[in-house]
């Protein structure tokens, strides 16, 4: 036993994630309401700059400033510490969602019950699988109707590639929707619409019982002991270990807009959600009871003020304890640091914390020294490994629009991509800066903040690429070999690192296809 696992023990952090318009902003609010952390629906506005089709400046700026404060939420329900991580809604932005996925414990995924899975759910299941991270799913708008239960449930197994458990069941929808039987608890909740706190609950230990009929009536107390009887049979019973191995995702049913089902997802939630986890460094595995200090940053954060290139660094603090003016190691520069002002977050406020334990977010005000991916210590080397950045899906040349200001464009450049901003590439063949990012919008934030923060101009150029592969092989000929022969493909990324820029899959294919000792990775770990 270590002097914080009490501390630990109480912790649980981890992301909501969803398709846009699913409703997670409103699912994280009423958790919010709860915990008591704040008193008013409509507070958490989050990260929304989705509905803008066409990119809106005023937006993109509104939402840096508001997304500091709702980066992180934490609060504090019965005897637990909840962090929730807040992600990015907007799928060019989808990198950092896939980066804060490195920093939680489990992740709560919410589908909306007509749309069933959609395209980002499925991209972001995919990173949660590669981790292992437990997944709880919360079907939503049970106040609408939607598809047959039954049928969403097959439709998650098969799109998101796990395996489902339903721990509560809805008995109707839309209109007709009369509540959810709460089979983990074995309670009924009954729904009245409403915007308030109101969920009658009540103790229904044997759905046998004709009580039932009283209150749903027969034709749905019929159904609903005939749903129950299919799920038991068809389902295994719900082990907690399976949820938290990531091989089985428990269901629940409910209305965020209504307040309805959440305070029960929430309840089942914290008692068997992991409290953190042990984190893998290159050198060993580091558990989160160990008596000195470790992170690793996981999202950089440039504040919105541009005479004053500050940011806030993010820390996922992997083991024991964090404290204000200790001396920490910078590992990749090898320097010790202090901090004298880092922040928590606790919902939507930022205040200077003394100390934070393993599971906390850290906010380090910095001025440069950090990078996605680095790691901090009371002293040990240890380097955390991180998600692999994926292949970008556009890329731009990146022309320097302003021969005065080329020192400020290299350096905006530089910092940028430590941020985690996009990728960047550099041609081996013309020497020129190749930029790839998830989507359209990231260059338009690029060059904004090119003009806006460092005062360079930038334009864009256009090449036609495919995918960009991290290539290795046993066979040091073969490499050179294959860089020879590919010379105008060839590529390196800001580590060094030899990346082969494919224009299309069928030269892609055929490259693979001709050089079978090379291997072609699509994601590279930073
Ligand atoms: P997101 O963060 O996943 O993008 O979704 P968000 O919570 O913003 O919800 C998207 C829309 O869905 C919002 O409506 C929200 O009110 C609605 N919504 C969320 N939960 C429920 C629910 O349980 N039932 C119903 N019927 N609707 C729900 P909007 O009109 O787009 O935005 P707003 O004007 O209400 O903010």
Known sequence: MSQFSEEI?????????????????????????????IHVA??????????????????????????????????????Y?????????????????????TAVDSVIIVVDIAKGVEAQTRKLMEVCRM????????????????????????????????????????????????????????????????????????????????????HIGAPLAVKLRSDIELIEGVYPEFDVNTYLAG????????SALNNFGVKELLDCFVRIAPSPRPVQAIERKVEPEEDTFSGFVFKIHANMDPNHRSCIAFVKV??????RNANYKHIRHGKMMR????????????EVLD?????????????????????????????????PSFSPEMFKYIENDDPMKTKQLNKGIDQLMDEGVAQLFINQFNGRKIIGTVGQLQFEVIQYRLLHEYGAQCRWDPISLYKACWIESDNAQVLENFKKRKVQYMAVDREGRDVFLADSGYVLMMAQNDFPQIKFHFTSEF
Request: aromatic fraction near 10%; include cysteine.
């Open 131 to 214: 981790r292992k991270t437990p997944v709880i799913v919360f079907v939503n708008k049970l106040d609408r109707d939607g598809k047959d239960p039954f049928d969403l449930l097959d439709e998650i197994e098969e799109e998101l590639q796990i395996n489902v458990r339903p721990l509560s069941w809805p008995i109707d929808m839309g209109q007709r929707f009369k509540g959810v039987y709460n089979i983990f608890e074995e309670k009924l909740n009954l729904y009245t619409p409403s915007k308030q706190f109101v969920t009658e609950n009540i103790e229904f230990k044997d759905i046998n019982s004709p009580e039932l009929e009283n």
């Open 247 to 254: 091989d089985v995702a428990p269901v629940f049913f409910g």
């Open 9 to 37: 023990r109480k912790r649980r952090t981890f992301a909501i994630i969803s398709h846009p318009d699913a409703g997670k902003t409103t699912l994280t609010e009423k958790l919010l309401l709860f915990g008591g952390a």
């Open 318 to 323: 992997c083991s024991g304890r964090f404290e």
């Open 42 to 79: 409509g507070a958490v506005k989050s990260n929304k700059i989705k509905k803008t089709a066409t990119s809106d400046w005023m937006e993109i700026e509104k939402q840096r400033g508001i997304s500091v404060a709702t980066s992180v939420m934490g609060f504090n329900y019965d005897d």
């Open 355 to 387: 100390e934070a334990f393993a599971g906390d977010i850290v906010g380090l005000p910095d001025t440069g020294n950090f990078k996605i991916g680095d790691s901090l210590t009371a002293g040990e080397d240890l380097h955390f490994k991180g998600l």
């Open 339 to 350: 901090f004298s002002s880092p922040t928590a977050f606790m919902a939507q406020k930022k």
């Open 81 to 101: 510490k909840i962090n929730i991580l807040d992600t990015p809604g907007h799928q060019d932005f989808a990198e950092d969602t896939f980066r804060t996925l």
